[in-house]
Nanobody, 115 residues
């Protein structure tokens, strides 16, 4: 059983920054990969960024150059640094991992970017 808890969402003006955190109940070092997803009203959940245990990182084209995913193994926490935020970044943000074929999600944190 893996528990993921997101925090750090909020309301920010366009061009601003936020840092999301995802605290895991297990050692992050033991996980093959973790990711950040987002879902806006009326849209499907989409991958924002993915990081593997080996250090490989992938970003959605829409956030490349603006968002940075990272992991602090000592704190068992994954982060998403979001800069130059745009109104279209408004969504619920979720962290995710897969362990033994089972997918785990956090409860999500709302990010709202005003124009």
């Amino acid at each position: 059983q893996v528990q993921l808890v997101e925090s750090g969402g909020g309301l920010v003006q366009a061009g601003g920054s936020l840092r999301l955190s995802c605290a895991a109940s297990v050692s992050i070092f033991s996980l093959n990969a973790m990711g950040w997803y987002r879902q806006a009203p009326g849209n499907q959940r989409e991958l924002v960024a993915l990081i593997t245990r080996g250090g490989s990182i992938n970003y959605a084209d829409s956030v490349k150059g603006r968002f940075t995913i990272s992991i602090d193994n000592a704190k068992n926490t994954m982060y998403l640094e979001m800069n130059s935020l745009k109104p279209e970044d408004t969504a619920f943000y979720y962290c995710n991992t897969i362990v033994a074929g089972r997918t785990y999600w956090g409860q999500g944190t709302q990010v709202t970017v005003s124009s």
